[in-house]
């Protein structure tokens, strides 16, 4: 993982060049597969690897899953009966 500064856009450019070195890694890896030096099995077991170091980085970095966003009916008024009480003398 990158050495963060605490500058943000700096970081993000940091973060950014890491996560594009785990994707460059992950085609290495497929490619090897597809000329059948690597098995599918130690194929998965690598790429398994680095999908993980790459959602670590995004949970650290604060780029989570955003919240869904709620929304709430619209609430009726209930209309209420009109009492007719006997006027008094």
Known sequence: MPELTGQKELDK????KYKGEITRK???ILEL???G???SEEAEKQL???TNIS?????????GK??????FKKLVSAKLPV?????GK
């Open 33 to 35: 597969f597809e000329q």
């Open 66 to 71: 955003k919240a869904k966003k709620v929304t």
């Open 26 to 28: 992950k085609n290495d």
């Open 13 to 16: 450019k940091l973060i950014s």
């Open 48 to 50: 398994s690897k680095l």
């Open 37 to 39: 030096v690597i098995s």
């Open 55 to 63: 959602t670590k980085i995004s949970l650290s970095s604060g780029k």
């Open 83 to 87: 009492l007719n009480y006997p006027k």
